[in-house]
């Protein structure tokens, strides 16, 4: 029989442009936010973190918007490079649960050079 | 520093053996977290310590799964017994503090119950 499993959203985007990788999270009460990515074979990588008390935060060439109204999170890639190919989690930490990381299903970003 | 460091890196085992994974977390790291990655599930979350404490366990599939840090910078997950639906790449991770900082992800062990 067939097998089921995940369809990760893909993002297909022309080398040189930017990206915006989106994430809708659950809980109300989560006030730390990361941004993951992991390549084939390897372990997720931290890209960039936000607390709730902040809606922006700047990486090198990364940008994180967090919207607490509508529990939504983005990542936004500057100048995308073939390099950035990979799956992209974002994980919440929910202050109250002593501190519990909990992952997204990803997107997987594809780079066209 | 070395990262946190996974071992096996690849596992091939019979159904019905007892496997155990084993992470050394990085040093002065005081949280650790195993989760479990399939094409079906994505990255779940399976049991994860504050201080060698177990804080929730409540991601750990069912009775055949264990873990325990004999010590601050060391922890097994053993399967017993494994079965062909445990197949998958399991990743420890720790952190400094308790929360609400980043984790670091070791390379995985990729686990084939045959």
């Known amino acids: 029989g067939e097998s089921v499993g995940l369809h990760l959203p893909t993002l297909s985007v022309q080398e040189g442009d930017n990206s915006i990788i989106n994430c809708a999270y659950s809980n109300s009460a989560s006030d730390y936010f990361i941004w993951y990515k992991q390549e084939s074979g390897k372990g997720p990588q931290f890209i960039i973190d936000i607390r709730s008390n902040m809606d922006k935060r700047q990486g090198q060439r990364v940008t994180v918007l967090l919207n607490k109204t509508v529990k939504h999170l983005s990542l936004q890639i500057a100048a995308t490079q073939p390099g950035d190919s990979a799956v992209y989690f974002c994980a919440e930490n929910s202050g109250n649960q002593g501190g519990k990381l909990i992952f997204g299903q990803g997107t997987e970003l594809s780079v066209k050079p | 520093d070395a990262g946190v460091i996974q071992s096996p890196r690849h596992e091939v085992t019979e159904m019905g053996q007892e496997v155990t994974l084993r992470c050394k977390l990085i040093s002065g790291h005081n949280s650790l977290f195993w989760y479990r990655q399939t094409m079906m599930r994505g990255l779940e979350l399976l049991i994860y310590?504050?201080?060698?404490?177990?804080?929730?366990d409540s991601g750990m599939p069912e009775d055949r799964f264990s873990a325990k840090m004999p010590n601050a910078s060391f922890s097994t997950l053993k399967i017993q017994p494994s079965e062909p639906r445990d197949s998958a790449v399991y990743f420890c991770a720790s952190r400094f503090g308790t929360t609400n900082e980043k984790l670091f992800f070791g390379s995985g062990t990729q686990l084939s119950v045959l």
């Open positions: 310590f504050n201080n060698n404490v177990p804080i929730d």
